[in-house]
């Protein structure tokens, strides 16, 4: 067994990147230069794990916590690794005060319903 430490390499954060619980996951699609036959990019296997996990589902960091059965706090060093090598891509939610207003939705509703 590997402890957390050993693979963040004693780091405990992700560095400028903040990973929330429910950002989405994304592999990014290989790059043209990693051909068949030439290496692949040199990544720990937790991080290879990361990468065969949302080459086919877009998965949220918790849920990747969960599949890897790993401490979230974890997971987010890997990810701001996997970021910065530009292996995947995450995409944030939209923050709450963008959203609309729980009073507009309503009269959408409204309006669906007397139609």
């Known amino acids: ?3 957390p430490y050993a693979m963040t390499r ?3 954060g992700a560095g400028e990147q903040q990973f929330d619980l429910i950002a989405v996951v994304v592999t990014e699609p ?3 230069t990693f051909l068949p036959g030439v290496p692949e990019p040199p990544v720990g296997p937790e991080q290879a794990r990361i990468l065969a996990l949302c080459r086919g589902t877009p998965l949220s960091v918790a849920e990747l916590a969960a599949d890897l059965d790993l401490p979230v706090g974890v997971v987010r060093v890997l990810l701001g690794d996997l970021l910065t090598a530009g292996l995947i891509r995450v995409r944030r939610p939209v923050p709450p005060a963008l959203l609309p207003d729980e009073r507009i939705l309503q009269e959408v509703i409204r309006g ?3 139609l």
């Open 30 to 32: 290989p790059d043209p």
């Open 1 to 3: 067994m590997v402890r």
């Open 112 to 114: 669906l319903r007397a």
């Open 10 to 12: 004693g780091r405990t």
